[in-house]
Structures are given as structure tokens and as C-alpha cells.
């Protein structure tokens, strides 16, 4: 059964981090295209962060986190993590985790990121 599990959302202070991790199951992550995306009330879902397949040297950001968070794959864990530092206000959605490839396409449930003092 193909799944992907989110966690390590929660309440932040601005300035401060999440490790937001994606364990996958039924398939090997390094194989497929994994992104973060996350979704604001009242906005629409949006890409945050990509990593290519396993032998591709795509990793792209969204403008508004680049050099703030780094998107990253442990294949021996079968994990996609999204590393995300000095943190805003406007960073506050829902992250999703997604593997595509040639069609296939699965999401995760969603883990709440907010950022708020």
C-alpha cells in the first residue's frame, strides 16, 4: 500500500525552525520526483520545494524560501525532509508531501506548520 506520512509540524516563534519529515511506504522514494507544497487558508496549494529522482541534480525553491529552507532525501530512510529556518508569519499553511512520476502521483495528509508569537 502506497502511502506518504507527514509529521514534525507545529507552533513556531518567527525566527525560529521545523524539520518537517515525509516517510514513504509501498515505493523507494529515490525513484520518483518529491516536492513540498503547502497550502494558506484561503489560498491555493503551492510548490515550496522540489527534489529530482535519484541521478538528477534538480532541487528548486520557491522564491519566497529560498535560503531559508533546504529540501532534502535519506534513501536508506526512505524519507524526504524540508529543513525550514528562520521562519515567518506568512510561512503558516499546511504541508503536503508529493511523489510524481510518469503519471503516478501520491500525497500525503498534511502536517500544520504556524508561525506565530
Known amino acids: 500500500q502506497v502511502q506518504l506520512v507527514e509529521s514534525g509540524g507545529g507552533l513556531v516563534q518567527p525566527g525560529g525552525s521545523l524539520r518537517l519529515s515525509c516517510a514513504a511506504f509501498?515505493?523507494?522514494?529515490?525513484?520518483?520526483?518529491m516536492s513540498w507544497y503547502r497550502q494558506a487558508p484561503g489560498k491555493e496549494r503551492e510548490l515550496v520545494a522540489l527534489?529530482?529522482?535519484?541521478?538528477?541534480?534538480?532541487?528548486n525553491y520557491a522564491d519566497s524560501v529560498k535560503g531559508r529552507f533546504t529540501i532534502s532525501r535519506d534513501n536508506v530512510k526512505n524519507t524526504v525532509y524540508l529543513q525550514m529556518n528562520s521562519l515567518k508569519p506568512e510561512d503558516t499553511a499546511v504541508y503536503y508531501c508529493?511523489?510524481?512520476?510518469?503519471?503516478?502521483?501520491?500525497w500525503g495528509q498534511g502536517t500544520q506548520v504556524t508561525v506565530s508569537s
Open positions: 527534489i529530482g529522482r535519484l541521478g538528477s541534480t534538480t532541487i
Open positions: 509501498g515505493f523507494t522514494v529515490s525513484t520518483y520526483a
Open positions: 508529493k511523489a510524481a512520476r510518469r503519471g503516478d502521483e501520491y
